[in-house]
């Protein structure tokens, strides 16, 4: 019996997939195309989805797997452009705001806030430690750009938990990004 | 904090931030009694919900981070230095950066210019590359009309600027309306504008971007047009044409302005200039584009394409003012030309002059601006006019029909690319200096674009645009430069790509197989000739792959003879090559490569065919196991190399069960050296397969217990893998099959308490999958195979009952997958033995009948292509045979005894046929289920015959029980 054999083969073509479109995706952002506001993140991984899923309708329409891993994939591209535009203006006269006075403009002011993605990966990989499921939440909804009730159904709990998860892992990565800002 | 304190912390804190700010306090002193510190904990953190606003995390990090960019980008640089020049305040934003009014810094009469900064993720080098070029060309344009380019280069910090005669003065749209201009006026202005147009297509420079707000008209009514070739300079990246800078061109164009051929990346010619000239003419007249407004890119090129203009003198009114009056706000008076006046001056010839500008089909625009010119001036004069009125609804709809593939690709975005090196190439054709760049640009469209937009949906016609060209220019260069190797190299690939974009199966492609054909062979004569003139062992490799892909397209064509000859070729070739210098992974990889296309090409006709593709596949392997020592650190490689034994493994399978052990053998070691080295999901979960092919085959040899060990190693690398990842659904799916796989081996190496644990335990996974993704069809034939398995596993197991329920639920759901076209109707027939088997168990003899007959209903018109089907029909007839020779026992002295005993004879022999048709009988149909064995059936056989040639008078007692014997 192999009946397996036909989704690893998938899985196989999936990973190189998803990766380079997504990539293709966020660079696409990065490049400045993010203020054409048609080009909705959520939209995009969908766009991306589909795209996959046609490629073989029998064996490759594993959903839930694909979000999960375009999240994963985001995060890590996101971060790493973060860390290298860090790099890139570290001795430039670049003034970074300080995470208080990006987090408390008023959420209907001008657009200008900038949120330090590495420090949110760190605060990330500590809940992680405490909670992976909750940080996969997070990972899901601000990398992924999922909904509560698509990430609840990824991680497989009712929406109404991934609701509380959601919002306790807000407060609680806040808290962790204000720490380190002020040390 | 440890997890254990953060799961209570995160309970009180959820509870409090769901009540109502007022019964806080409250809440938090019941949570926390007792309990400070846990109180202390849970108040920091309510603190912070307020710090964390709404916005915190609630926009995706994409956004987060463009806004970030869009940010940085439009600081204004005012009062910084670019080269020699100094910013001295910001003039305009585009799509492509902000212009300042600048001066140069070191010159004394601080001459003021225009400057330019590029944005936008343009490459600098690129743009300063692309500047250099194209300066010589743009210097030479002067003209009293056309804004100088001055200078260009890139500031300290990398961002790419132009410099450009600094022009004071209003858009032309703008110009005309503030100084409520009469029609005359407009086409006088409007002409000026023709004359510099022209001017520069005299000189082979196409603007490209014609559009009101580069069109300025200074106080003295001269208008000057800016930025002329500098969409070029910024456009195309001839040399990396990266994708996403492709995505950054089409920002840059204006769809209002852009002509149906820019949009949908077609040749740009003059005529584009004409077309966009026309767009202003339109505006300037009808004081409205000649399309309806939209914000979308997509909607604004299918417009441009599909949208068929009104005529100018019918543009409609908002409540009585027309849109001119609306936006400039002017009085009735100073517009009282513009409300009835001129719309009688628009009637007629302006109105075909300006229509025809701005005909979809650049050959049925005026062919040049100067005819267009003209045509105004005839106008003026009263003169008749050249343009007529168009039949242009029929037009544009055929213009639409023959684009429709291209608008559809949603390709226009890339194909803006390819404009570029359209214009590029056909100024070098008239020019003949720019021979290499033309090369280069044709080699990147092959290339870098195709590459691009090879996986996006629909992109193939585009691709056969790309390719198409490319392979035009690069045969006019051929011809040009006579017996050039490079060139004809260049060409042979560029054959290849065409023919992979026309027909390889691999890839989305045209469904052309015979253009592929042609191509492919097109690029050996090339290579042939290449090859023969060359003393580079890469032009002999490249000759072998040429062969290689005649001979595979051959195959795809249906005509696997016919691919033999050439394949044997490429092997010929590429063998001695190999020989004459080993060890050069580029060679090894191409001969390997080749002896899998030959092996699934096969030997038609051949009778020792099936050891010559295993023989192929052989050598492939070796091949691979050079490879792997040319690069040992390449998991890849290895990885290729494990899936290659797999494959032999699995043609070996069916009939050398012993010799395909080997090679799942080799795959498994292959797989534990890959996992030793990665921890990559992948590889374990390759791993785990091995075991359950190994287990499999040990099946196959009638090695239960090894079979069970296998299968369990393979059971506790998914339950550790699962371990670490618990909601990975693909895992769970994984480990419910494998327990299934453990559980029926189990049960065949007599183990039927783990046979029936390990079954419900897969069952149970399945059974939740299922229920989450009711969609799947995939899984859910997964699972009809499960049930009717642990049916047959509760069969054995005497509990024949549940058996039936089980089966009964398998077969239900291959019926609705087979309806739905997403099964086999052979999986229902072989649901049914099953359940006449479990019925026979519970001694239902009547309905168990039922259920065989309606089996071989359903599997006899399948025979004999199905091999499942026909074991269905060895175990259905099989299964009646017991059911008569039961009946016979029971029927005692009985006058039908005998003509039971007879039919029983007869479904055994039948059974027996089927048998007899299967090359390699196996215990296991390729459906995985599990069926009889033919030397039972003939040994029920030779008992039926007997006892059914002594029954005319005597009273043989059938052995115990035919029915229930294992």
């Not at chain 2, 306090?25 to 019941?30: K, N």
């Not at chain 2, 691919?563 to 490429?570: G, V």
């Not at chain 2, 291959?814 to 739905?820: F, H, I, M, T, V």
Request: glycine share 6%.
């Amino acid at each position: 019996m192999r009946w397996n054999a036909g989704d690893v083969s998938a899985r196989e073509a999936l990973v190189p997939f998803v990766y380079d479109e997504l990539r293709r995706i966020a660079r696409r952002c990065l490049a400045g195309q993010g203020r054409d506001h048609t080009l909705q993140p959520t939209a995009l991984v969908h766009e991306a989805y589909l795209r996959f899923a046609r490629r073989d309708a029998a064996n490759y329409r594993d959903r839930v797997h694909f979000f999960a891993l375009a999240a994963q994939i985001m995060r890590q591209i996101l971060i790493d452009h973060a860390r290298k535009s860090a790099s890139a203006k570290r001795g430039a006269n670049a003034v970074t705001l300080s995470l208080d006075e990006a987090l408390d403009r008023p959420a209907e002011g001008p657009k200008q806030t900038t949120l330090d993605l590495i420090a949110l990966d760190n605060a990330m990989n500590q809940l992680a430690k405490l909670d992976a499921r909750q940080c996969r939440i997070v990972e899901l909804r601000f990398f992924g750009g999922l909904s509560i009730d698509e990430a609840a159904e990824i991680v497989e709990i009712s929406p109404a938990t991934a609701k509380r998860e959601w919002a306790t892992a807000r407060v609680w990565l806040h808290r962790m990004m204000s720490e380190s800002a002020t040390v | 904090m440890n997890p254990e304190r953060w799961q209570k912390v995160k309970d009180v804190l959820a509870e409090a931030m769901e009540v109502n700010p007022v019964d806080r306090e409250a809440c938090l002193d019941r949570r926390c009694a007792g309990d400070a510190s846990l109180r202390r904990e849970v108040q920091i953190l309510l603190d912070h919900e307020s710090g964390a606003g709404s916005r915190f995390l609630n926009e995706t990090a994409l956004s987060e981070v463009s806004v970030t960019l869009l940010a940085a980008e439009q600081a204004p640089v005012i009062g910084r230095q670019f080269g020699a020049y100094k910013t001295v305040k910001q003039i305009g934003l585009g799509g492509m950066g902000e212009v300042y009014r600048a001066y140069r810094a070191d010159d004394e009469y601080r001459k003021e210019v225009a400057l330019k900064v590029v944005r936008g993720g343009q490459d600098s080098e690129f743009v300063v590359t692309r500047f250099k070029k194209e300066r010589q060309i743009l210097a030479g344009l002067e003209h009293p009309n056309i804004a100088r380019l001055l200078d260009g280069g890139t500031s300290e910090d990398d961002t790419p600027y132009l410099v450009m005669e600094l022009v004071d003065g209003q858009p032309i749209t703008d110009y005309c309306d503030s100084n409520a201009l009469s029609t005359h006026d407009r086409l006088k202005i409007f002409m000026e504008v023709c004359t510099a147009v022209q001017y520069a297509h005299q000189r082979l420079i196409i603007h490209r971007d014609i559009k009101p707000s580069n069109i300025l008209v200074t106080r003295d009514g001269t208008p000057k047009l800016l930025d002329f070739g500098i969409a070029k300079i910024l456009d195309t990246d001839a040399g990396s044409a990266k994708p996403d800078q492709t995505l950054t061109i089409f920002r840059a164009l204006t769809p209002q302005y852009a002509s149906p051929e820019q949009v949908t990346g077609e040749a740009i010619t003059t005529a584009s200039d004409v077309y966009s000239l026309g767009a202003v003419l339109y505006e300037l007249l009808a004081g409205t584009s000649p399309y309806p407004n939209t914000t979308n890119y997509q909607d604004a090129a299918r417009m441009v394409c599909e949208f068929e203009p009104c005529k100018p003198s019918t543009v409609p009114r908002l409540n009585g003012k027309s849109t001119l009056e609306l936006k400039s706000g002017f009085s009735a008076k100073t517009l009282s030309f513009a409300s009835d006046r001129r719309r009688n001056d628009l009637k007629g010839d302006l109105d075909n002059i300006v229509l025809m500008a701005l005909r979809k089909e650049p050959q049925r625009r005026y062919a040049s601006v100067e005819q267009f010119a003209e045509d105004i001036r005839r106008y003026l004069a009263n003169l008749p006019v050249m343009a007529r009125k168009d039949t242009a609804s029929y037009r544009a709809s055929k213009f639409v029909l023959r684009h429709k593939v291209g608008l559809a690709a949603a390709t226009a975005v890339v194909l803006t690319v390819v404009a570029g090196f359209v214009i590029t190439v056909r100024e070098a054709r008239i020019a003949q200096q720019h021979f290499n760049d033309v090369r280069s640009l044709a080699n990147s469209l092959i290339f870098d674009v195709h590459d691009s937009i090879k996986d996006l949906p629909g992109s193939t016609p585009a691709k056969k645009i790309i390719v198409d060209r490319a392979l035009r220019y690069l045969n006019n260069l051929a011809q040009q430069s006579g017996g050039d190797v490079g060139l004809q190299r260049e060409l042979a690939s560029a054959y290849e790509r065409l023919g992979s974009v026309q027909g390889d199966y691999l890839e989305n492609n045209l469904g052309d197989a015979q253009g592929a054909l042609e191509s492919y062979k097109k690029a050996l004569e090339i290579r042939e000739r290449t090859d023969a003139v060359s003393k580079d062992w890469n032009d002999r490799l490249a000759l072998a792959t040429g062969y290689r892909l005649v001979a595979h397209q051959l195959w795809a064509n249906g005509d696997p003879r016919g691919a033999r000859e050439p394949i044997q070729r490429a092997i010929a070739i590429s063998e001695a090559l190999n020989l004459a210098q080993p060890g050069i992974r580029k060679i090894v990889d191409e001969v390997g490569f080749e002896y899998e296309v030959s092996g699934r090409i096969g030997y038609p006709g051949d009778l020792s065919a099936k050891q010559k593709i295993l023989a192929d596949y052989r050598r492939g392997m070796d091949l691979g196991e050079i490879a792997i020592k040319l690069a040992p650190d390449d998991i890849r490689t290895l990885h290729n190399l494990a899936m290659g034994a797999g494959d032999i493994g699995n043609i070996l399978e069916g009939f050398d069960a012993r010799e395909a052990l080997k090679y799942y053998q080799r795959e498994m070691e292959i797989d534990s050296q890959i996992t030793q080295r990665s921890n990559d999901l992948r590889y374990w979960r390759s791993l785990a397969i091995d075991y359950g092919s190994i287990a499999s085959v040990y099946d196959d040899l009638g090695d239960y217990s090894r079979a069970l060990e296998n299968n369990k190693k393979d059971l506790e690398i998914y339950q550790s893998l699962l371990a670490k990842d618990p909601s990975n659904a693909l895992l769970r799916q994984g480990l419910s099959i494998t327990y299934m796989n453990t559980a029926a081996s189990a049960a065949r190496a007599g183990d039927i308490s783990v046979a029936l644990d390990d079954s419900s335990q897969s069952l149970e996974i399945m059974r939740k999958l299922v229920a989450n993704a009711p969609e799947k069809a995939f899984q859910r034939g997964i699972f009809a195979a499960m049930l009717v398995v642990r049916g047959t596993i509760l069969t054995i197991a005497n509990q024949p009952e549940s058996a039936i329920a089980e089966i009964q639920h398998g077969r239900s759901i291959y019926e609705s997958l087979y309806k739905a076209g997403a099964g086999e109707q052979v999986n229902v027939a072989a649901a049914d033995v099953k359940l006449g088997e479990a019925c026979s168990k519970a001694s239902h003899d009547e309905v168990a009948s039922e259920y065989f007959r309606q089996a071989l209903t359903i599997a006899e018109p399948l025979i004999p292509a199905n091999l499942d089907a026909i074991y269905v029909a060895a175990d259905a007839h099989s299964g009646l045979g017991d059911l008569s020779a039961r009946k016979a026992q029971r029927a005692g002295q009985s006058a039908s005894r005998r003509s039971d005993w007879g039919e029983a004879r007869s479904q055994y022999q039948e059974s027996l046929n089927a048998w007899h048709r299967i090359e390699h009988p196996n215990h296991t149909a390729p459906n995985s289920f599990q069926v009889g064995d033919p030397a039972i059936v003939a040994k029920r056989l030779r008992l039926a015959e007997s006892t059914y040639s002594a029954s005319a008078n005597s009273s043989t007692r059938f052995a115990k029980g035919g029915a229930s014997e294992p």
